[in-house]
């Protein structure tokens, strides 16, 4: 840097002292130059980032002063300012770009440490959600201490001797498998179960038919098929009387039975 | 002449094209540099040849600098958006 001050004072000593013999183009084009050289040489950016172009404009732009000096050399005065107010511009052209490289660096760096703590925030989200969605099914399942995690589908889901889910069941059907996604190793039994009205060989069919419908459906929604077993238990082990209407409802149901969390399915009835 | 083409090259070479104005000087420069060492004005010819350079060398820094400024830009979209993500996650 100590190699330029010299020039520019050299360059202001010839634009203060030389002026008056240039033309008026040439004049312009003299104070062009100069202009652009001391907005270079005044920036340490640009110092810093082309030190060896500024040099050459300060050299040019003497050049030119000294030349201005002398009758009849207008051309060779506007080529040495031109010369010059070109290095000027890619000096800075060049820190500029310097600059920019800089903010980019540091920006790269910023953009790293977001998306780690963007990734973190994720992580947490997903297992708040993970939670809140173990308590939605906790809550909706009760404990059987032999069989463990024992969700019920009323049938309110399906309609009389129907064993398509109704459209009403999206909902907690789409609640089991975010749960199951979010808890990979747990697997499922599906289990039906009727009323007693017909007959017993119909009403494990029907029973099986509608635990399969449960199933399929937690298929079609991306479970994996290896995760659920399906059986039919017709219309053994009833929850009430059958005497009653209200007790017939509430034995026509699917049961999903949870595996732990590594996977452990308690025993078939 | 050896150098205003070489300066040229290089410009061409990180991408300036004709919508820098300063890269269309430095080809018209160098033509007419040609035309003057054709007719043995070679007084103009260098004077020509050596504007010409510069412009060709202004005309590369110049794109080189709005290049890193696109990618400037780009990259603060992205800080952008992650910040807002961020925000929004909070």
Same mark, same amino acid.
């Given at each position: 840097?100590?190699?330029?001050?010299?020039?520019?004072?050299?360059?202001?000593?010839?634009?203060?002292?030389?002026?008056?013999?240039?033309?008026?183009?040439?004049?312009?084009?003299?104070?062009?130059?100069?202009?652009?050289?001391?907005?270079?040489?005044?920036?340490?950016?640009?110092?810093?980032?082309?030190?060896?172009?500024?040099?050459?404009?300060?050299?040019?732009?003497?050049?030119?002063?000294?030349?201005?000096?002398?009758?009849?050399?207008?051309?060779?005065?506007?080529?040495?300012?031109?010369?010059?107010?070109?290095?000027?511009?890619?000096?800075?052209?060049?820190?500029?770009?310097?600059?920019?490289?800089?903010?980019?660096?540091?920006?790269?760096?910023?953009?790293?440490?977001?998306?780690?703590?963007?990734?973190?925030?994720?992580?947490?989200?997903?297992?708040?959600?993970?939670?809140?969605? !173990?308590?939605?099914?906790?809550?909706?399942?009760?404990?059987?201490?032999?069989?463990?995690?024992?969700?019920?589908?009323?049938?309110?889901?399906?309609?009389?001797?129907?064993?398509?889910?109704?459209?009403?069941?999206?909902?907690?059907?789409?609640?089991?498998?975010?749960?199951?996604?979010?808890?990979?190793?747990?697997?499922?039994?599906?289990?039906?179960?009727?009323?007693?009205?017909?007959?017993?060989?119909?009403?494990?069919?029907?029973?099986?038919?509608?635990?399969?419908?449960?199933?399929?459906?937690?298929?079609?929604?991306?479970?994996?098929?290896?995760?659920?077993?399906?059986?039919?238990?017709?219309?053994?082990?009833?929850?009430?009387?059958?005497?009653?209407?209200?007790?017939?409802?509430?034995?026509?149901?699917?049961?999903?039975?949870?595996?732990?969390?590594?996977?452990?399915?308690?025993?078939?009835? | 002449?050896?150098?205003?083409?070489?300066?040229?090259?290089?410009?061409?070479?990180?991408?300036?094209?004709?919508?820098?104005?300063?890269?269309?000087?430095?080809?018209?420069?160098?033509?007419?540099?040609?035309?003057?060492?054709?007719?043995?004005?070679?007084?103009?010819?260098?004077?020509?040849? !050596?504007?010409?350079?510069?412009?060709?060398?202004?005309?590369?820094?110049?794109?080189?600098?709005?290049?890193?400024?696109?990618?400037?830009?780009?990259?603060?979209?992205?800080?952008?958006?992650?910040?807002?993500?961020?925000?929004?996650?909070?």
């Amino acid at each position: 840097m100590s190699s330029i001050k010299p020039l520019a004072v050299l360059a202001i000593a010839g634009v203060l002292g030389l002026q008056g013999c240039a033309s008026q183009r040439s004049e312009e084009a003299l104070d062009q130059a100069s202009t652009a050289f001391q907005s270079v040489k005044d920036d340490s950016n640009v110092l810093r980032s082309a030190p060896r172009d500024v040099i050459r404009a300060g050299e040019s732009l003497a050049k030119a002063e000294r030349l201005a000096s002398y009758w009849g050399t207008g051309s060779d005065v506007r080529h040495y300012a031109y010369l010059s107010q070109r290095y000027s511009q890619i000096a800075r052209e060049h820190s500029n770009l310097v600059l920019n490289q800089e903010r980019q660096a540091k920006l790269e760096l910023e953009r790293q440490r977001l998306q780690l703590a963007l990734r973190e925030a994720k992580l947490a989200s997903v297992q708040q959600q993970g939670k809140w969605l !173990e308590e939605q099914i906790v809550s909706l399942a009760t404990n059987d201490t032999d069989r463990g995690l024992v969700m019920t589908l009323g049938d309110v889901l399906f309609d009389t001797g129907e064993a398509e889910l109704k459209s009403s069941a999206s909902r907690t059907v789409l609640k089991l498998v975010q749960f199951l996604q979010l808890n990979p190793k747990r697997v499922v039994r599906i289990e039906g179960y009727t009323d007693s009205t017909g007959n017993p060989d119909d009403n494990l069919k029907l029973s099986r038919d509608r635990a399969q419908s449960v199933a399929d459906m937690l298929v079609d929604l991306g479970v994996d098929e290896k995760r659920i077993k399906v059986i039919g238990y017709g219309d053994q082990y009833p929850v009430e009387a059958n005497a009653s209407e209200r007790g017939r409802a509430q034995n026509r149901r699917v049961e999903i039975v949870f595996s732990d969390e590594k996977g452990r399915l308690g025993a078939e009835r | 002449m050896r150098l205003s083409e070489q300066a040229l090259e290089q410009a061409k070479a990180v991408g300036a094209t004709d919508d820098v104005a300063e890269l269309k000087l430095a080809e018209e420069k160098l033509e007419r540099a040609r035309s003057n060492m054709l007719s043995e004005s070679f007084r103009d010819a260098r004077m020509r040849a !050596e504007q010409s350079e510069l412009d060709a060398r202004l005309a590369e820094a110049k794109v080189l600098t709005l290049k890193s400024q696109e990618q400037l830009t780009l990259l603060q979209s992205r800080v952008d958006r992650l910040r807002k993500q961020l925000g929004e996650q909070r």
